[in-house]
């Protein structure tokens, strides 16, 4: 089994073997990943503040399922699959809308936000007809760092586990992330990538600076301990902020002074640091001082990934950036250019996951090591479905 020897580096090296280039170029791998991991796990799917009033909502891909999340009339937040129960149409076309009820546009079935059957066509005549059971099909929801997250699993993993769990094994404990205030925080700018890339390459390059001193000029310049190629995100678990140079005054493109205040309640150990986490399956939370750049990404085949990325700030800063008297461009700027320089290198090295010089994979380096455990992770979760 591949899984063996994962752990071991290759006979007379220092170098950890990869999954073979099968992995991120095969179909049924990808459908199987969709299945097991997209269709089963926690998935963060939109900024819940982004559903600002009852009956807005928005339609968003998990798997290989799209769902309607919607705010209720008792302001809480639900989900549906996007199906009619009635013939199975797509219930909402559009990609957000503000309405009372949701309404089929085939035969006119109507349902509240609540997700019953409330009107229909004749409905009245049919009294035997179930109104919760011909609702909307409603899938697991939880609200977390102000975003909301859903899992399509029958029996969802435990939240506490899966997703806090994750954040304490990379932040020391769940409240270190806390002192950041991310549900307080609003969006300043969001970018979406279409990225040419396999979901685990974008995490496997988010999960390892070796490449940055190569690839990313500005933020090595920023933070220049990763010039070394040492990642944020230690094996085991270690905690690590990666601290700014000395001539830096603030995380932006330039290192200069970004105008902004500090996020009011982070630890002396926060100031003047980055951390990172990745939050498997699809999330990656950055933080500094002043902002958060929040991740979420939303595989779409085997070679194609729609990355969305929030810049966060604190709702003062906002409402001065919208009223025109301070600009985060230069903040923003940073991690846009990351971002390119990222997916780039992704998909530079997809088209080569199908060539005969790669179909054994590839080599992790010493300080790549812990991306060996997402490996480990992902040979687990896809048992045999994996053995490439
Ligand atoms: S399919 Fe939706 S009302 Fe008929
Ligand atoms: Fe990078």
């Known amino acids: 089994m591949i899984i063996d020897h994962l752990d071991q580096p290759l006979p007379g090296s220092s170098l950890h073997p990869t999954p073979s280039g099968r992995a991120y170029t095969d179909p049924e791998i990808f459908r199987a990943e969709q299945a097991e991991i997209f269709e089963t796990m926690w998935n963060c799917v939109l900024r819940a503040d982004s559903l600002d009033q009852p009956g807005r909502w928005k339609t968003v891909t998990v798997g290989r399922e799209e769902i309607i999340v919607?705010?209720?009339?008792?302001?809480?937040?639900?989900?549906?699959?996007?199906?009619?129960?009635?013939?199975?149409?797509?219930?909402?076309?559009?990609?957000?809308?503000?309405?009372?009820?949701?309404?089929?546009?085939?035969?006119?079935?109507?349902?509240?936000l609540e997700g019953e059957l409330v009107a229909a066509p004749n409905l009245t005549s049919m009294p035997d007809v179930n109104r919760q059971q011909y609702g909307l099909t409603p899938v697991h929801v939880r609200q977390w760092l102000g975003y909301v997250w859903v899992s399509l699993a029958q029996d969802p993993p435990s939240f506490d586990e899966e997703v806090l769990g994750e954040v304490s094994t990379r932040f020391g404990e769940v409240e270190s992330i806390d002192n950041y205030g991310i549900e307080d925080l609003r969006l300043a700018e969001s970018k979406t990538y279409d990225v040419r890339a396999n979901w685990k390459l974008i995490i496997e390059n988010f999960m390892e600076?070796?490449?940055?001193?190569?690839?990313?000029?500005?933020?090595?310049?920023?933070?220049?301990?990763?010039?070394?190629?040492?990642?944020s995100q230690r094996a085991g678990g270690e905690v690590h902020g990666s601290g700014f140079g000395e001539e830096i005054a603030a995380f932006t493109v330039d290192g200069s002074e970004s105008g902004l205040p500090e996020l009011p309640s982070i630890a002396p150990d926060q100031e003047r640091k980055y951390y990172a986490i990745t939050v498997k399956p699809q999330v990656f939370i950055n933080t500094v001082p002043d902002h958060v750049i929040f991740h979420r990404m939303f595989p779409v085949s085997e070679s194609r990934t729609i990355v969305v990325c929030d810049w966060l700030f604190l709702p003062e800063v906002v409402e001065r950036v919208e009223a025109g008297e301070l600009d985060v461009s230069?903040?923003?700027?940073?991690?846009?250019?990351?971002?390119?320089?990222?997916?780039?290198?992704?998909?530079?090295?997809?088209?080569?996951?199908?060539?005969?010089?790669?179909?054994?994979?590839?080599?992790?380096?010493?300080?790549?090591?812990?991306?060996?455990?997402?490996?480990?992770?992902?040979?687990?979760?896809?048992?045999e479905q994996a053995d490439t």
Request: charged share 20%; hydrophobic share 35%.
């Open 70 to 112: 919607v705010r209720t009339r008792t302001a809480w937040i639900q989900a549906y699959y996007n199906v009619c129960a009635h013939r199975g149409m797509r219930v909402c076309t559009a990609p957000e809308g503000k309405n009372r009820t949701l309404q089929c546009g085939y035969h006119a079935w109507t349902y509240a």
């Open 209 to 231: 600076c070796y490449h940055c001193a190569t690839i990313h000029p500005e933020l090595t310049e920023v933070i220049p301990e990763w010039a070394d190629g040492l990642a």
């Open 330 to 383: 230069r903040s923003v700027e940073l991690f846009d250019r990351v971002n390119l320089q990222d997916f780039e290198a992704c998909e530079l090295t997809q088209p080569s996951m199908s060539s005969k010089a790669y179909r054994h994979g590839g080599a992790l380096v010493p300080s790549e090591h812990h991306i060996g455990e997402f490996h480990a992770w992902w040979y687990q979760v896809l048992g």
